[in-house]
Structure formats: structure tokens, C-alpha cells
């Protein structure tokens, strides 16, 4: 699979989020968040700043999930990175 232009297929990462004082938030609490974690399965031919493999943060408000090869990914635009680490 090959994305074009400024597309980019990203594998979600669910990650555990504690608050300052040591809870854990229930899955609800962590979907309500802005901006979801992620990892890089695929840039578009125009993606220069982001590789294959990186880890991002991305809007989670973006995008569409699909199936593609029995696995659930999700394709966003390069604009809803907001963080490569």
C-alpha cells in the first residue's frame, strides 16, 4: 500500500494516561483528549518531514479509519500532525 500526496496511514497506539497525582483515566476520560498517539505505517508521496516508522500525535478528530490486508489503520492529512518524536 502506497499513499499519495499528503495522506498518511498511521496504526493507532493505545496508551495508558495518568493524571499528575498518579491515576489512570478510564478509556472514556482518554478519548475525550484532543490529540491521539500513533505510529507511521505509510507517508505520501509529498510527506517530506515524516518517515515510515516515526511516532506521532496527530488530531483525533481527523481522518478515516478502513481495513486494508485484515488490519484496521487510519489515513489523515499531513496538517493533523501536530508532533513527531
Not at 1 to 10: S, V
Not at 26 to 51: F, H, M, N, Q, W
Request: net charge negative; glycine share 4%; aromatic share 4%.
Amino acid at each position: 500500500m502506497r499513499p499519495i500526496n499528503k495522506y498518511i496511514i498511521i496504526k493507532k497506539i493505545q496508551e495508558e494516561v495518568h493524571t499528575s497525582s498518579g491515576l489512570l483515566l478510564s478509556a472514556e476520560d482518554t478519548a475525550a483528549l484532543r490529540y491521539s498517539k500513533a505510529s507511521v505505517i505509510a507517508p505520501g508521496t509529498e510527506v517530506s518531514e515524516i518517515k515510515k516508522g516515526d511516532t506521532i500525535y496527530y488530531d483525533n478528530r481527523a481522518g478515516h479509519s478502513m481495513i486494508i490486508e485484515e488490519e484496521t489503520v487510519t489515513i489523515i492529512l499531513e496538517r493533523d500532525v501536530v508532533v513527531v518524536l
